[in-house]
């Protein structure tokens, strides 16, 4: 079941959020999440709408979160979901409420790039994250236009 986050759910999310982070960045040094981990309880996920996914008992077992109604800031899932279709549900849910969507995704998560590109993104800028100094990518997804006639 996907259903918008509550208060209660910040515990769970921040939980998930730091366990999926490490795991999917090997490559950055574990301090720069735990330094991070602040900003995102504080600033961002207060100012994101963001959607979990429940299991039985209400266990969140994923989430996404949407900023300034296009910006993917997180995308994460228990490994114990991986391949269950966890992750493409909650994309439905933001791809269902934005036309457009916009994410930065680290070139050396290959997972996660894969992921992305199977859900229909296209790279649009190559950069440098400006917190890690590590090669990102920019990629927009956009609804189909529709084909009916006007």
């Not at 995102?40 to 969140?60: N, Y």
């Not at 949407?66 to 979901?81: M, T």
Request: with cysteine; proline share 5%.
């Amino acid at each position: 079941m996907i259903r918008r986050s509550a208060p209660a759910d910040i515990e769970a999310i921040m939980l998930l959020w730091l366990r999926s982070t490490l795991a999917a960045h090997p490559f950055i040094d574990e301090s720069y999440w735990y330094e991070s981990a602040a900003m995102v309880r504080e600033t961002f996920l207060p100012q994101a709408t963001t959607w979990v996914s429940c299991a039985e008992g209400d266990e969140i077992n994923g989430f996404i979160s949407v900023l300034n109604q296009q910006f993917i800031g997180a995308l994460f899932v228990k490994e114990s979901v991986y391949g269950l279709g966890v992750a493409q549900q909650l994309m439905q849910q933001a791809k269902a409420q934005f036309p457009l969507l916009l994410l930065e995704v680290y070139q050396q998560n290959h997972r996660a790039v894969a992921f992305y590109r199977k859900e229909g993104f296209l790279v649009v800028n190559d950069t440098l994250h400006p917190g890690t100094g590590l090669p990102t990518w920019v990629l927009r997804w956009h609804a189909p236009l529709s084909s009916s006639p006007l």
